[in-house]
């Protein structure tokens, strides 16, 4: 019988330098599938290889032998010694391969649960696999259920909901404070990577004017630039801030460089239109007190991260409603993993054949009334050698082809041809 | 009739309920098969008036009872209306409530068939009332509306990601609903009011009598002017803008009910029970 096994390692079983060393790339993926196309006992693979895991995925009717193999391939391959990352690996077989593989498209083993891009990069796994003709009936099977299960654990549960990085966390603070960001116009104090980032962010969200205010007036006009907006002095803030409705600060300066006094005064000149501040500079460059006015906001860095926190945490919830969804379809899966095997697909042909003949049998004889009950039991015999004639030859081959080989081929054919799983589940 | 408006009542408040379950269990399949029950239980009511109205010539306030339900009515429709307008589902939790609780308080106060007052049937008098109870209506959503406001803002300050937070939309969507609503309020207020002094001035002879209801009308007018004047001139908006809607509305409820229940004037025969 073929199994379906499971190498691999993860951010939580080996730490970043030895994952480093193993991954592989795009190239180094298409070739090693080529390399493994090589082993007769390797009848199926798909290589999976991001910055936080590294997974093969396998049939073969050799286990131990197959798990040998991989192991040696990456000991070879990547100049490492067997030892030095076996502690890091786990296998799975069976089901819990089935499971892993369905949590992983799901985002449910990722680091940070919910992300998604391990989908894509599942696919593009799967897609250089089907380029190398190494994933057959069972793998090309298991990983369509794989991205139907990724795509129904995101649409049903909450799990991609709600941001988690910082400045994600600051659009949408944004989004119920404005509703829409759309023309919002914003300024940039200072720099630095995740303020800049949450001006790409708006500026993505269709926000308006950008201001570029830095200490350095030529920083600001190269930022300036880069946002298609205007750099502004530093002096200039208090006259800006008459019409921005977003304020992102990021500077080096030890104290606040907006404090609550002016912030008031310009509140009356905006005629109290409401104005958010995301300060993301350790020290915080915002006056905490303009939290208290009306209409203004403050999210320093330590409020955002606690917005983050609770999101983790929402996540985390939804994510056992995710667990659910994997566990109705590792059943399902496993259900049509074991009538792969050759005598059940053998007694689910015949019973088929069987209660066809049975149903015409009783269509015929209803308007044959004159039959006597001699003639009806020839007639019963009578089908029922035929249906034994016709099972004869195809049960003979797929017990030979059963014997030695890939028989799944042949077993995945025969049950489509006679319909024997009924695919309207699906 | 009564058992048309029972029928009614018991269909407000099955929406009432799906609306509440919709705020805490957020399933968008409540929240419409809610507001299907609200457009039935409110086509109900409005056949319900009509064919009173069709029968007596005069719209049904005549005592506490039907006044209430025609607040109750006016309310509905007003909701129904601002949902087609602004899609704030979230409202249907305290508009259908509230709308539900004045029903149970109509239904439980008797009902006198009062017979028919001269001078019930000029023209002006329905327009005055009409435009008084939908204008309230307006008012009661700009209310609701202020407490999420207040809510939601609340939220956002603290930075506590409170059981609103996730529930309500944004500020900016709170804050532009509730102004419609209480521009549209004050608009029918308006309306009503002169239409109600021209009626005074054709049955009594002259504008103002200085009734209670009549003085208590015009601080409630003010308010909501002062309200609307002050955004326009230095942006009266957010929670402060939340807060005065909120009072308004309870001076609305008090020149509705109080000024009746607490004082006396010709407005009377409108809260009797």
Not at chain 1, 150 to 166: C, Q
Request: one cysteine or more; glycine letters at 6%.
């Amino acid at each position: 019988m073929i199994e379906i096994v499971l190498l691999g390692l993860n951010h939580k079983t080996a730490p970043v330098e030895l994952r480093e060393c193993l991954a592989f790339t795009g190239e180094q993926t298409a070739a090693a599938l080529d390399d493994f196309s090589n082993y007769p006992h390797l009848s199926e693979m798909v290589l999976v290889s991001t910055c936080n895991r590294v997974e093969i995925l396998m049939t073969t009717s050799d286990r131990p032998l197959a798990i040998q193999t991989a192991k040696q391939y990456i000991s070879g391959i990547k100049q490492i010694p067997v030892s030095e990352f076996e502690n890091a690996l786990y296998v799975h077989s069976g089901e819990d391969a089935i499971r892993h593989v369905f949590r992983v498209a799901s985002s449910l083993d990722s680091m940070v649960v919910g992300e998604p891009q391990i989908l894509g990069q599942m696919k593009d796994a799967y897609l250089t696999a089907t380029q190398k003709k190494t994933s057959g009936v069972i793998l090309n099977r298991l990983l369509h259920k794989t991205f139907f299960v990724a795509k129904r654990v995101r649409s049903e549960t909450g799990i991609g909901d709600h941001a988690v990085s910082i400045s994600y966390a600051a659009i949408e603070l944004g989004r119920k404070i404005f509703g829409t960001l759309e023309d919002k116009k914003v300024l940039l104090v200072g720099a630095g990577e995740m303020a800049e980032l949450a001006v790409e962010h708006l500026i993505r969200n269709r926000s308006g004017a950008v201001f570029v205010a830095n200490r350095t007036f030529e920083r600001g006009l190269e930022l300036a630039k880069r946002f298609k907006g205007r750099a502004i002095r530093i002096e200039e803030i208090s006259e800006c801030l008459k019409e921005v409705d977003i304020v992102i600060s990021s500077t080096g300066a030890p104290g606040f460089i907006l404090n609550r006094d002016q912030v008031k005064s310009v509140m009356r000149v905006r005629k109290n239109r409401p104005v958010f501040f995301i300060d993301i500079a350790v020290p915080r460059d915002i006056d905490p007190e303009i939290n208290s006015l009306g209409n203004a906001y403050v999210y320093d860095i330590d409020d955002l991260k606690n917005v983050i926190d609770e999101n983790i945490e929402d996540r985390n919830r939804e994510a056992v409603k995710g667990e659910r969804i994997v566990d109705e379809a590792v059943i399902q899966f496993r259900k049509w993993y074991e009538s792969l095997g050759v005598v059940p697909t053998i007694v689910s042909l015949r019973a088929k054949l069987e209660q066809i003949a049975e149903s015409e049998i009783q269509k015929t004889l209803q308007s044959l009334k004159h039959f006597s009950e001699d003639d009806r039991v020839a007639i019963q015999r009578m089908t029922q050698a035929m249906v034994n004639k016709i099972l004869h030859d195809p049960t003979v081959y797929l017990k030979r082809h059963g014997s030695y080989g890939d028989q799944s081929i042949h077993i995945d054919v025969t049950r489509r041809l006679f319909n024997l799983d009924d695919d309207s589940q699906e | 009739m009564e058992k048309v408006l029972i029928g009614v009542t018991f269909l407000y408040l099955l929406s009432s309920a799906g609306y509440l379950s919709y705020l805490f269990l957020q399933k968008n399949a409540l929240q419409r098969i809610s507001g299907v029950i609200l457009v039935a239980a409110f086509l109900g009511h409005t056949a319900a008036l009509g064919y009173n109205f069709f029968l007596s010539g005069l719209i049904p306030v005549r005592d506490l009872h039907e006044a209430l339900s025609m607040a109750a009515w006016t309310l509905s429709g007003v909701y129904i209306l601002s949902l087609h307008r602004f899609k704030l589902k979230i409202l249907g939790a305290f508009a259908v409530p509230l709308t539900s609780l004045v029903m149970v308080a109509s239904a439980i106060l008797p009902h006198a068939s009062a017979q028919a007052q001269t001078g019930f049937h000029s023209f002006w008098l329905v327009f005055h009332i009409l435009a008084v109870f939908v204008g309230e209506a307006a008012f009661a959503l700009a209310c609701g509306i202020g407490i999420l406001y207040l809510f939601q803002e609340n939220a956002i300050k603290t930075k506590k990601r409170s059981f609103f937070y996730r529930r309500l939309p944004s500020l900016d969507l709170l804050d532009a609903t509730g102004y419609a609503c209480i521009v549209a309020g004050f608009t029918l207020l308006t309306i009503g009011l002169a239409t109600g002094f021209i009626y005074a001035k054709l049955i009594w002879g002259r504008f103002l009598s200085w009734d209670p209801k009549e003085i208590w009308s015009a601080i409630t007018w003010l308010i909501y002017a002062a309200l609307i004047h002050e955004r326009l001139t230095v942006g009266w908006r957010g929670r402060k803008a939340a807060i005065l809607a909120i009072i308004g509305f309870c001076v609305v409820i008090f020149t509705f009910l109080g000024v009746n229940l607490f004082l006396k004037g010709h407005h009377g025969v409108f809260t009797r029970w």
